[in-house]
């Protein structure tokens, strides 16, 4: 079975509380070797690198954007504080989640859109202090966030959900962002996204589930299934395998194939995951390098 990276999960979100345990289990006897967990606020920062530390996995600190309206006022600051402090840790892996959203109406104009384009820049410019590469968030604003990253410059990283255009990919690309794939490419009618996935260059993709978010169709229903009282499904790490699966199929590929590449692009992209610590097989803790990514 190969590995695969998850490199974009929210293991500190609610809908896991209840058994969070079993879900990242769950995950790693799916073969899902590492989850990159990404912060949203300042309030999440101890907790995804409690989880990270916990589990084995990988974390990352930063300010989403549809969290910014309610940030402290020395959120940047805390921040800045929080990765000089753990500028050592391993697991720190990135800057994020951050970036720009122009799909919420509210933050598409007046203050909040200020807002929101003041934090993406501040974060740029630590991430490029600190030295690390950014997740990045560019819901209908993928336009935005290449200006920004051309004109601050950042160490690489990950355009998270990734849908935009052929063109805007090539430009990510070029400034050194990998291309994250999850869920959305799973529906047949994201016919766009799909060929994207398929033609894109084999070494410009990582994988992503963003669980609890965006699930795969064999987990949507739809609002009249809903409002008959068949519940929503829940997405987890454990449903990246099968995620992989149908974007290899879609390339021509054995799924342990793609999880091969797709594993070693996200640890280009995000280098820190290449010397991720191992897990102590008793505690969950330890910090003996894993040199080998089939056997973190």
Known sequence: MGAWIDTHCHLDA?????DLAAVR???RA???AT????AVEVGAFDAVRALAQRFGDAYALGLHPMYVAAAPDDALARLDAALTRHADDPRLVAVGEIGLDHFVPELTEGPLRERQERFFREQLKLARRHGLPVILHLRRAVDAVLKGLREIGVAGGIA???SGSRQQADALLELGVWLGFGGAMTYERASRLRALAAELPADAIVMETDAPDIPPHWLYTRAEQRAAGRPQGRNQPAELPRIGAELARLRGLAPPEWAAITRANAQAALPRLARLPRRHPATGAGAVPAHDPENP
């Open 14 to 18: 609610a809908e896991f509380a209840p």
């Open 25 to 27: 289990e769950r995950a």
């Open 30 to 32: 799916a073969g899902v």
């Open 35 to 38: 989850c990159v967990i990404p």
């Open 160 to 162: 998270h959900a990734f």
